[in-house]
């Protein structure tokens, strides 16, 4: 009999409020600083990915959104199989988006499932796939310590908070651009660390205060403070990425333009009741409570209607659940 087994998971984006930009250990994948995220339900975003183990297969093969993926082999010494791997993003690939985290996460957690891993290793390894996938693998709000250890074992992601925590916070993903970007993360943030000064300034001076006062701010449930930082957060990543030579550019005129509503918005409103963040691509995820949704969705629509492909409203409402 030949021996056959599939295992299909999906698994979740998360979007970081404190961002990772920077290694301290490239082949660990140990940052440079500790970040936080929130974890995104999977009703909007998401990764499916099957894996397949058989021992009729003759090599490894991988698909990603359906395209044969050329790669090195990947077997497993403890079964005598290769292995069929098939991964699907339901949103834009490679635009900024965290699919590398949802990917690699989905892919790790299904490995796991298949080998029979514990499911407390998994985040470690999600790791050395992506950075940001060790966050994926847990729901709600997420820290990746940075730790201190030069072997990376006391390197993890945990739980701050779970998806219970903050009933009504949301989260409205904006795409801007569904084209991949130019500069990998991977590159990106390598170049940064070689040649940033305001990089050796943030992650020396600023980021462990702000990642105290963000856990303290979602604690309370004070959106006000979370918004202020997370934006300056974002704001400071893309100024680091600006001053890495030669500059790397995420955001595009149509990114900036929602910096601005935003911040008119929350200018006319004379309180903070938005925040945008912007990850390694133009395109933007806003932060707000449930009784705004409605208020900065009409305003979104007005200023950037769907037909002209400046900027389309995709989704609202934060996550639950990693798996
Ligand atoms: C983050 N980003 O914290 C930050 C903000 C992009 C900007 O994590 O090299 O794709 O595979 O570890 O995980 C993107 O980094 O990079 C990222 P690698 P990864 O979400």
Not at 56 to 84: A, T, V
Not at 246 to 263: E, H
């Amino acid at each position: 009999m030949v021996f056959t087994k599939l295992i299909t998971c999906s698994g979740p984006v998360n979007i970081a409020v404190i961002k990772y930009w920077g290694k301290r250990n490239e082949e660990l994948i140990l940052p440079s600083n500790s970040s936080l995220s929130a974890t995104l339900n999977q009703k909007e975003l998401k990764t499916v990915t099957s894996v397949m183990a058989s021992e009729s297969f003759s090599e490894d093969r991988i698909w990603l959104n359906k395209r044969y993926k050329q790669r090195k082999g990947c077997h497993d010494p403890l079964l005598n199989c290769k292995l069929h791997i098939c991964s699907q993003n339901n949103f834009p690939t490679a635009a900024g988006l965290a699919s590398s985290a949802s990917g690699y996460a989905t892919l790790v957690f299904a490995m796991g499932k298949l080998f029979d891993i514990p499911v407390g290793e998994l985040s470690q390894i999600a790791r050395l796939g992506s950075g940001s996938a060790c966050r994926s693998m847990f729901g709600g709000w997420v820290k990746w310590e940075m730790g201190e250890a030069e072997d990376g074992r006391d390197c993890k992601a945990v739980q701050t908070h779970d998806e219970c925590h903050w009933p009504d916070i949301r989260l409205l993903v904006l795409v801007v651009s569904d084209t991949p970007k130019e500069t990998s993360s991977t590159s990106g943030m390598a170049s940064t660390v070689k040649t940033s000064e305001l990089f050796q300034h943030r992650v020396n001076h600023v980021v462990t205060k702000r990642l105290g006062l963000i856990e303290e701010a979602i604690t309370q449930q004070n959106f006000p403070v979370f918004a202020q930082i997370t934006m300056q957060e974002s704001n400071q990543f893309h100024a680091v990425c600006l001053d890495t030579y030669p500059p790397i550019f995420y955001m595009n005129d149509v990114s900036k333009s929602i910096v601005d509503l935003v911040t008119q918005y929350n200018a006319f409103s004379r309180e903070i009741k938005a925040a945008y963040t912007f990850d390694a691509g133009p395109n933007a995820v806003i932060y707000t409570l449930k009784e705004s949704v409605a208020e900065i969705t009409s305003l979104l629509l007005h200023f950037f209607p769907p037909s002209t492909q400046e900027g389309c409203f995709l989704s609202a409402s934060i996550f639950l659940k990693g798996f």
